[in-house]
């Protein structure tokens, strides 16, 4: 495809290590495959914290990518970071109006570094650069590159759900948030739920006018919104699965299992991926089928994140809870039902891993897509599947119709459905991954990179944004 530049900001940069290896993370693990087929910069936070801001980013070159990255001041990363971004904006959108912590110096903050990036990254734009910004931290960007005066198409994509209009509205700020993503020329979201959503939003709550396409326009503004299914590199992940012999963590996982079936789960340690809930599920699938102890292994992989915020710390003792509680009851000399770790792997040993277990059981509470459901079907052995376990309230139930799909809210049904797994014939299994791995070959990561910038580089930059947006820190 023919692209200029691609000038990418996304709140973390992930710099692939020697073996080219990235941090755990779907977003920086699909932005590391999109710049595999792309030329340009990746702009973001560098992860450190400064005593003073930057007013210019750190330019590091590594291959056809120049990253270029910010650091923040501790009441940066404490408002923006931790605050707004993780404590209001993340619960309210997974639905969480509960965990929502709202406070206006939190939301300053967030506006004042969305202000700061725009005032680094506008000099290291070229004037046909298609930009392209990621993710919830960074909604106010456009606002602030078009008060610079850039007029380059700019698109946004967000990667976690988009609520109801009645939910989004329960967070203070979320008015100025819809006005600022009216000023970017496309929206892309990962479910068409999430896309009516948030069409549904801007037109309750700043009467935007549809044009009968997928463009609404609000005070002058016109902005599209669409939905593009995320997807992986599933090539990648057959390719490492079907070698991952040669990796030690995996052969020892192999030996231990013995003839013992695997369940496995794969999520950053957060509220919305469900992990106490589904053991849970786990506790009462041991107890409704006792044959079935001491012959299977739950194994939950479990990275923490986000430590800082209270509510994160609250998860981890939940987990450690459960976890206690279930492998004290249920356990016997010889046989621990769930193995819980905290590390990091390689994508090669988690291709492996996922492919040992007869069982994915990816049951968030509520998630944008979730690339550990797609990559567990990618490390299938095509001859002798596993069976995916997955939530209606995960954006990838919408393309995986041929999972297992279960409410995480309901033990019996997911405690049901891992026996219905673990009993299920080849032929059925065979059936279903075939048919779920069609879809992801079709809409993989190079799919979705490829149909965002095609519709965004359609949409001509209108020269109409550059003028009269004043962004809302520079407003008294
Ligand atoms: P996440 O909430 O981070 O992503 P997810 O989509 O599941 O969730 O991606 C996690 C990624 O991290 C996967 O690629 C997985 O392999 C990797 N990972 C997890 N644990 C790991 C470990 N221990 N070691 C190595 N790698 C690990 C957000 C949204 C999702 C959305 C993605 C992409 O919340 O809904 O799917 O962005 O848009």
Redesign the pocket.
């Known amino acids: 495809m023919d692209v200029s530049r691609l000038l990418i900001v996304s709140n973390r940069v992930a710099i692939p290590d020697r073996t080219g290896?990235v941090?755990?993370?779907?977003?920086?693990?699909?932005l590391g495959e999109a710049f595999r087929m792309y030329e340009g910069v990746w702009f973001g936070w560098s992860g450190k914290v400064a005593a003073e801001p930057a007013s210019r980013p750190q330019v590091i070159n590594k291959g056809q990518v120049q990253y270029a990255l910010m650091d923040l001041t501790t009441s940066d990363r404490r408002e923006y970071y931790n605050g707004f971004a993780n404590r209001a904006l993340w619960p309210t959108m997974h639905y969480r109006v509960g965990l929502s912590d709202f406070s206006r110096t939190d939301y300053d903050g967030y506006r004042r570094v969305n202000h700061n990036f725009a005032t680094a990254l506008a000099p290291l734009s070229r004037p046909d650069d298609l930009v392209w910004v990621h993710?919830y931290h960074l909604i106010p960007l456009a606002e602030e590159l078009r008060a610079l005066g850039l007029v380059n198409a700019i698109g946004y994509?967000h990667?976690?759900?988009w609520p109801a209009p009645e939910v989004l509205a329960t967070l203070p700020g979320t008015t100025e948030l819809l006005r600022s993503i009216a000023c970017y020329d496309l929206v892309g979201l990962?479910t068409q739920r999430d896309a009516e959503n948030l069409r549904r939003c801007l037109i309750t709550e700043l009467g935007a006018v549809s044009d009968g396409s997928d463009a609404l326009e609000v005070a002058g503004l016109k902005t599209r919104i669409h939905c593009f299914p995320?997807g992986?590199n599933s090539n990648q992940i057959e390719q490492l699965a079907a070698r991952a012999n040669s990796s030690r963590v995996v052969r020892q996982m192999s030996a231990d299992l013995n003839s013992r079936r695997l369940i496995i789960g794969?999520?950053?340690l957060?509220y919305?991926?469900g992990i106490p809930e589904r053991m849970g599920a786990y506790e009462r699938f041991l107890q409704d089928n006792p044959d079935q102890r001491g012959r299977v292994t739950y194994l939950q992989?479990?990275?923490t994140?986000r430590s800082e915020v209270p509510e994160y710390a609250a998860v981890s003792r939940a987990v450690n809870e459960a976890l206690g509680r279930i492998n004290g009851s249920l356990g016997e000399p010889g046989w621990v039902p769930i193995h819980y770790?905290?590390?990091?792997?390689?994508?090669s040993?988690?291709a492996g891993l996922y492919r040992l277990a007869s069982v994915g059981l990816?049951t968030?509470m509520r998630?944008?897509?979730?690339?550990?459901?797609?990559?567990y079907v990618a490390a299938q052995d095509p001859a002798n599947p596993g069976v995916l376990i997955l939530s209606k309230f995960?954006?990838?139930a919408q393309q995986l119709r041929a999972a297992l799909i279960v409410n995480p809210n309901d033990k019996v049904e997911v405690a049901e459905a891992i026996r219905n797994a673990l009993h299920m014939t080849q032929k059925e299994r065979v059936c279903r991954w075939s048919d779920m791995m069609q879809s992801l070959r079709e809409h993989d990561v190079s799919w979705w990179a490829g149909a965002f910038l095609k519709a965004l580089k359609r949409g001509s930059p209108s020269a109409l944004k550059s003028a009269h947006v004043v962004p809302v820190s520079a407003r008294s």
Not at 23 to 30: E, F, I, N, P
Not at 368 to 375: C, H, S, T, Y
């Open positions: 290896a941090a755990a993370g779907g977003l920086a693990v699909a993710d994509f990667h976690i759900p990962q995320i992986i794969v999520d950053r957060d919305s991926k992989i479990a990275p994140s770790v905290t590390s990091t792997y390689p994508r040993v988690l990816v968030p998630d944008g897509m979730n690339l550990v459901a797609k990559e995960a954006g990838a």
